[in-house]
């Protein structure tokens, strides 16, 4: 007697609109910062404090990818545990992504296309408004209506 085999999908059906999202969403990102990169917009020679700030965004991309990655695939024990170290890190981002913005403004670093007036007033906004819907992700967290819908808003929003 032969047995047919399943195809089981790799992220269940309910998440995968959340999992293709985010791994879109984290693509354009190192896109973006790749393009400005070869542009000689970004590089290797800025201060310690933009290359901190890098570290922190870049690392809250693949965790927030993988955060996805795990709920989408069931993992939930896992999501849960490695959430705290995501609130964590979230914290110090808003932190050294508002103290970036205001150094790169006092140092006449602000990219070309922004006013420095701009500059420092929307970025430190994106920054709260990224905490904000992180914050109330985490309050909704036992909603899986609203928990991913407020967590990829708040990707969105940095």
Known sequence: MASVASRQ????????????????MATINVAAFSFF????????????????HAVLFMGWVLLFVLQVSLAATGSLAVH??????AGCWAV?????????????????GVPFFFLPAQFLVMNPLSVLLFAGLLIFGVIKRRDREWHPRLIICGMAAI
């Open 9 to 24: 999908p790799f992220f269940a059906a309910e998440t995968r609109f959340y999992a293709i999202t985010a791994i879109v």
């Open 37 to 52: 990169a070869a542009m000689g917009i970004s590089t290797f020679h800025a201060p310690l404090y933009v290359h901190i």
């Open 80 to 85: 849960r545990k490695l959430g705290w170290v």
């Open 92 to 108: 110090a981002m808003v932190a050294v992504g508002t103290l970036t913005t205001v150094w790169t403004v006092q140092k006449a």
